[in-house]
């Protein structure tokens, strides 16, 4: 076997921190205006993320990528790099060509994939090499030494090492076989089994300190924004007494920001915190996404930079109200898939996907599951709120966390989240499960693990929402049952004390009485909202997963087609949005995208038996194609949008 060319990546060592910080926090158009700003196309070994550690250099490649569906690699000694394959660049997802048919299920049940790199460094020392996301399963060796194990994508993870000056391989294998086993673990997915690295890879010098984790916390008032911002301070010397230091930048205004200074043990991490006010702030908002740069620094040894927006949301009763002013959530869903990439998203398709939601009017998004933090920084700078899906994603009503090992798990992936994402202002709410049945489970772990992260959230991140999604679609009304058997609760138990708003998922005209007419479905529409608001009293409401497939193989009157589609998202969208207690509907969801291939339609088919026709393993739900293709819903979804933003200002 014929071993692959060696491709050699140079990682530059940081110039003299000294004047590092100097740029930093002096000069004008530093390190955070010289990068690529959101959309912008970034250089070859400049991170497509603009935020985290200063010194990163981005490991996108070439890299050789081999499969591995006998699991052989491992005997085989690949875990030193002498393995054949293709030259990619990273992110890469091996299966993301089959997701239908017959292909489609064998790619879905998984397989294993090695990715191989040359790195080299001109300096001894400590380096870390970050991943933004491997699924499902990822080993990582460094010379043939592992250095680093982690479980779950959508989760960052560092790899650290000493390296000495020279050339060096990195190796990573990546597992995502069987998927329902991954389920029974508390790893449930609601999209397609994509594997492999699915977000950037980047590498970093490591100093006496590392700064990491930055949150930030607006405050509103007199004119002026009081910002509270904190950050974990990493002592990798002696003991000794550590000051962070830093500056929030905007048009050549310069504010200083200072923190006391702690004694820091050797190997101790604490968080710091500070004020500073910024008077007559530039406030983010959509349609005025203004952003400040923020950059934290030790001096001479580490610094962080940032992209931070000045807003405060709050709830004030039912409604949520951004900078003072009330606003309401109108958009769609999205996931972060497509074709022949997967979720290993790059920067053009991640700015086609915003550009889909200016094009419907969105001022809202929602994702079930972590955005890549580059996706984070485009939805920041354009004005796009985030109902962010944390923790597990479960299916309707399940909870597989189950067990105090999966519920510490559970939790850590919450701290992690939290800790990568908090300082985007494009997150308005943290939701923390996927279609809650009536008021959870509590033999299960459910209702506890709630509590505790809700608090927690509250605690931590008061500038945001904490939200429950609630699988409420109907199923059919009676005299007796005004919410049609909807898995809601009679009233709202304890697990909903600390969470400001409720995310109703409810398919009104698609899997409760599809085909009946649309004056039937408002009607229907009239009376469950008034029992969901009685449910609920005291909860901002968002109606956040509502829709009907469509596509050209079916009758475009009939559920299905196209027309069918469009007339029941601009009539639920009209229905939800005349109710006053309503604070926005959120279309699931904005392309199609890939799913499991046992999914194909789910109950419309047994309405229907059989004469609508869907394709398997391919959500059509989408305003948009797989392919970016606007559907004739896109127009009647933007006019009804328009026409809530209109009646807001009434």
Not at 104 to 110: F, N
Not at 362 to 373: E, I
Not at 458 to 477: C, F, H, S
Not at 620 to 633: A, D, E, H, I, V
């Amino acid at each position: 076997m014929s071993l692959a060319p060696r491709r050699t990546l140079l990682i530059l060592v940081p110039v003299v921190l000294a004047a590092v910080l100097l740029a930093i926090l002096l000069l004008p158009g530093g390190p955070t205006t010289s990068r690529a700003a959101a959309g912008d196309t970034a250089e070859p070994t400049k991170p497509v993320t603009i935020s985290g550690p200063f010194g990163r250099i981005a490991l996108g490649g070439p890299w050789t990528v081999a499969e591995d569906a006998r699991n052989t690699g491992l005997r085989a000694g690949w875990r030193g790099g002498n393995f054949s394959g293709k030259d990619v660049t990273i992110p890469y997802v091996p299966n993301a060509g089959r997701i239908t048919g017959a292909g489609g299920v064998i790619s879905h049940r998984g397989s294993i994939a090695w990715y191989r790199t040359k790195i080299q460094v001109d300096a001894d020392g400590q380096y870390a090499i970050a991943f933004g996301s491997v699924n499902h399963h990822a080993t990582v060796w460094v010379d043939g030494k592992q250095v680093a194990d982690h479980t779950g994508e959508f989760l960052p993870f560092d790899a650290r090492m000493s390296l000495k000056a020279g050339e060096h391989t990195l190796v990573v294998r990546a597992d995502w076989r069987d998927p329902e086993k991954m389920k029974a673990d508390g790893w449930h997915r609601l999209w397609f089994n994509f594997g492999g690295i699915n977000r950037e890879v980047t590498i970093r010098k490591l100093g006496p300190s590392e700064v990491q984790a930055p949150y930030v916390t607006t405050t509103l008032g007199g004119g002026a924004a009081k910002v509270r911002i904190s950050a974990e301070v990493v002592n990798r010397s002696v003991e000794r007494d550590v000051r962070l230091t830093g500056v929030l930048r905007r048009d050549g205004q310069d504010i200083q920001v200072e923190f006391p200074s702690v004694r820091l043990k050797p190997k101790e991490t604490r968080r710091v915190q500070t004020e500073v006010t910024v008077q007559d702030p530039a406030l983010w908002a959509p349609g005025s996404p203004n952003l400040y740069d923020l950059t934290l620094a030790v001096p001479n040894e580490s610094a962080y930079q940032t992209r931070i927006g000045l807003r405060q949301i709050e709830k004030r009763g039912t409604n949520i109200f951004l900078n003072g002013e009330r606003i309401t959530l109108r958009g769609a869903s999205i996931h972060e898939d497509a074709p022949g990439y997967g979720t290993g998203l790059r920067p053009e398709q991640m700015d086609s996907l915003v550009g889909d939601l200016k094009e419907i009017g969105a001022n809202a998004t929602r994702a079930q599951h972590p955005l890549s933090p580059a996706l984070l920084e485009r939805l920041d700078a354009a004005g796009i709120l985030l109902w962010q899906g944390v923790g597990p994603t479960d299916s309707p009503g399940s909870w597989k966390s189950d067990t105090p090992a999966k519920a510490a798990v559970a939790r850590q992936r919450v701290q992690t989240t939290l800790d990568e994402q908090q300082t985007h202002p494009s997150i308005v709410v943290w939701n923390l499960v996927n279609e809650i049945a009536r008021n959870g489970g509590t033999d299960n772990g459910q209702v506890p693990y709630i509590r505790a992260m809700s608090k927690k959230l509250k605690t931590e991140d008061p500038g945001r929402l904490t939200a429950l999604d609630v699988w409420a679609t109907p199923v059919k009304y009676t005299a007796k049952d005004p919410v049609g058997g909807a898995r809601v609760p009679e009233r709202m138990g304890s697990v909903y004390r600390d969470i400001d708003a409720i995310g109703v998922t409810s398919y009104q005209g698609w899997y409760s009485d599809p085909g009946k007419s649309m004056a039937f479905l408002k009607d229907s529409i009239r009376r469950f909202t008034g029992e969901i608001k009685r449910i609920y009293a005291g909860k901002i409401l968002v109606l956040t997963e509502f829709g009907a497939e469509a596509n050209g193989e079916n009758a475009t009157n009939r559920p299905g087609g196209y027309g069918y589609q469009a007339d029941l998202l601009k009539t639920t969208i009209d229905a939800y949005s005349a109710d006053p207690a309503m604070s926005g509907t959120i279309v699931w969801n904005l392309r199609d995208f890939g799913v499991a291939p046992t999914f194909i339609g789910g109950s419309i088919r047994r309405t229907y038996k059989g004469t609508i026709r869907l394709v398997r393993g391919l959500n059509q739900k989408g305003l948009f194609t797989y392919g970016g293709r606007p559907k004739p819903s896109v127009a009647p979804v933007r006019a009804a949008l328009q026409r809530a933003a209109d009646d807001l200002q009434k």
